[in-house]
């Protein structure tokens, strides 16, 4: 997905990481207090993604469960009670691209 004429992908600041291997890699560059918060991920609603975007989220939490990096995921329309630990927001399962 393009949004301003950039690609998607996993932003940090003004950087943008476009896989979940090259977001980690910059994560454990991190000064060990800072990674000991997790990486924290505010999202939209699910429909605004395609299907190889969701599959790239739920990439991301499975390999932070295997790394036991602590990953929190929220929808910005849940904030601030609907954060999740080492989960994919609310409706981001669903295996078609149809909302």
Request: proline fraction near 6%; charged fraction near 15%; glycine fraction near 8%.
């Amino acid at each position: 997905m393009k949004i301003s004429g950039q690609s998607g992908g996993f932003t940090v600041g003004s950087q943008i990481y476009s896989d979940v291997a090259q977001l980690i890699a910059y994560f454990r560059t991190l000064p060990a207090t800072t990674q000991e918060n997790g990486i924290w991920i505010v999202t939209t609603s699910p429909c605004a993604y395609s299907a190889a975007e969701r599959e790239k989220l739920r990439s991301l939490a499975a390999q932070c469960q295997q790394q036991k990096i602590p990953v929190f995921t929220c929808r910005g329309s849940e904030l601030p009670a609907g954060w999740r630990r080492a989960q994919v927001p609310s409706g981001w399962n669903d295996p078609s691209d149809a909302h």
